[in-house]
């Protein structure tokens, strides 16, 4: 009975984050679903690319251009939800890879962050040989973070990977509060620039 006429991003956006940008990536009777980036500082661009690897699963890549204190270019955050199949991640990757190439500096910083049901844990080389990241938890614990199911995490199908940023936290949050948001335990990482 309580929930908000304004949409879901803007509302979790509240009065912390400033800047939001959303990509819908699905219409449905009842709603829509896609991503969002939300942001204390300004987001100059943003963009929203239909990474879809079939008809059956509606996929996005967010991705923004945000201007942060104390870094002279924009920090680049691009935010996914990769599909089921093994076969349609290859492609959604290739995607990623293309785009970043494509759109990034190299000397811009990086953070590509999101849900890459990724079960076999492959991504990371992946992204390190192609595009020179690092997964955050892999860096800063030796291993990439559990997150799914968020209720008693076992698999680790969420991700953050940076590029020229230092890590100085990477936590994830479990317990009685988080596991009723969703059914992903949220990650959060500290960084600064490199």
């Known amino acids: 009975q309580h929930w908000p006429n304004r949409p879901q991003h803007e509302f979790l956006a ?29 987001i100059l661009t943003w963009e929203n690319e239909d990474i879809s690897a079939h008809a059956f699963e509606s996929r996005g890549m967010l991705h923004c251009e945000v201007e942060v204190p104390g870094i002279a270019v924009p920090v680049h955050c691009i935010n996914v939800h990769l599909g089921l199949t093994e076969r349609g991640r290859k492609r959604q990757l290739a995607m990623i890879v293309a785009r970043v190439r494509a759109m990034v500096p190299d000397n811009a910083p990086l953070i590509l962050a999101g849900d890459f049901n990724d079960w076999l844990v492959r991504t990371g ?14 860096a800063h614990h030796g291993k990439s973070a559990r997150s799914y199911p968020s209720i008693l995490p076992m698999f680790q199908l969420d991700r ?6 230092s890590i100085q936290a990477a936590q994830v949050h479990t317990g009685n509060a988080w596991h009723r948001i969703s059914d992903h335990a949220a990650l959060t990482a500290s960084l600064s620039p490199a």
């Not at 509240?14 to 300004?42: E, M, P, W």
């Not at 953050?160 to 940023?165: C, H, K, L, Q, S």
């Open 14 to 42: 509240g009065q912390v984050y400033t800047d939001f940008a959303y990509g819908k990536n699905c219409i449905y009777d009842t709603g829509h679903h896609g991503n969002a980036i939300l942001s204390r500082y300004k």
């Open 125 to 138: 080389r992946f992204f390190e040989g192609e595009l020179g990241l690092v997964e955050v938890f892999e």
């Open 160 to 165: 953050i990977y940076v590029r020229r940023f």
